[in-house]
């Protein structure tokens, strides 16, 4: 699969509009992007990455070794239409949680265009029906309202707040 600016990485899945894929170190100057946006931080956290060899790390040794690990990690979703990286979804295995997390997060400039919906749908379906998962879990800020409707709209349903380690407040948690 060939992504934005002839970037390559394995083609997971596809969506009407979009092409989930495995990141690759060239996808750094994504990346450093897509983490400093203020959305990300306030949304998310502060992952501390600030240049392109942190953000490659972030790749190889967060997304690359998950791939390795569980067959699974957060993917570039990019635009179908132009082969713009417009975000990243997946799934995470997040220490504190028994279950796969789906994960998502889309440049401010992708926002309430529905990406976020079709990407984290997909990813739902292609957790049960090709990796076998069970039951898949997902947590945001519970101030985060976007995330909770984009997590209701997908039919995930809101269980109640979590502590999660490694994050310093509670999180919203939802469950398939």
Excluded at 65 to 86: C, D, F, H, N
Excluded at 136 to 154: F, H, M, Q, R, W
Aim: aromatic residues 8%; glycine residues 14%; contains cysteine.
């Amino acid at each position: 699969m060939v992504g934005a600016g002839g970037l390559s990485g394995v083609e997971v899945l596809r969506t009407e509009r979009l092409i989930l894929r495995h990141l690759t170190e060239d996808d750094a100057p994504f990346i450093l992007q897509l983490l400093n946006e203020p959305g990300f931080i306030d949304n998310i956290g502060d992952r501390g990455v600030r240049d392109l060899d942190g953000a490659r790390r972030y790749i190889t040794e967060g997304q690359g070794a998950s791939y390795q690990k569980y067959g699974y990690g957060l993917w570039a979703a990019v635009l179908r239409e132009g082969g713009e990286t417009v975000g990243i979804c997946g799934l995470v295995k997040r220490d504190g949680l028994e279950d796969a997390d789906v994960g998502y997060a889309f440049l401010e400039s992708a926002w309430g265009k529905g990406y976020a919906r079709e990407a984290a749908a997909a990813t739902l379906d292609h957790a049960r029906d090709v990796i076998g998962l069970p039951r898949v879990v997902a947590i945001t800020k519970p101030s985060n309202t976007g995330s909770k409707a984009v997590l209701e709209k997908i039919g995930m349903k809101a269980a109640g707040m979590i502590k999660v380690p490694g994050y310093d407040e509670e999180s919203a948690y939802y469950t398939t």
